[in-house]
Nanobody, 124 residues
Framework: QVQLVESGGGLVQAGGSLSLSCAASGRTFSRKAMGWFRQPPGKEREFVAAISWNGGSTMYADSVTGRFTISRDNAKNMVSLQMNSLKPEDTAVYYC?????????????????WGQGTQVIVSS
């Protein structure tokens, strides 16, 4: 499995922005779709965004569409999540994940490698 490490989390006021990064080590994540999931305290992990292996397709949860942008740089073994217009309900631990497929499948079972998560807190 690819080793994934998220970074960029922190505290931000509602309406602000954060950019999360996910770096792979040990193996590249090229030629597999990548995704972001999040888990608020006391709630189940949920899909946020995904990008196909070559960046040609993206998909977003309804709750974040228009505010979040996923991107990838395969040469750097990195995927990013730009989060704008943040809301308190975006507060969660955000996880980077590598899919077992080249194309986007949004279920957790489609992702075989996971990072340790990075905390995002959006204050009112």
């Amino acid at each position: 499995q690819v080793q994934l490490v998220e970074s960029g989390g922190g505290l931000v006021q509602a309406g602000g922005s954060l950019s999360l990064s996910c770096a792979a080590s040990g193996r590249t994540f090229s030629r597999k779709a990548m995704g972001w999931f999040r888990q608020p305290p006391g709630k189940e992990r949920e899909f946020v965004a995904a990008i196909s292996w070559n960046g040609g397709s993206t998909m977003y949860a309804d709750s974040v569409t228009g505010r979040f942008t996923i991107s990838r740089d395969n040469a750097k073994n990195m995927v990013s999540l730009q989060m704008n217009s943040l809301k308190p309900e975006d507060t969660a631990v955000y996880y980077c994940a590598r899919s077992i497929f080249t194309y986007i499948v949004t279920t957790m079972s489609a992702f075989g490698s996971w990072g340790q998560g990075t905390q995002v807190i959006v204050s009112s």
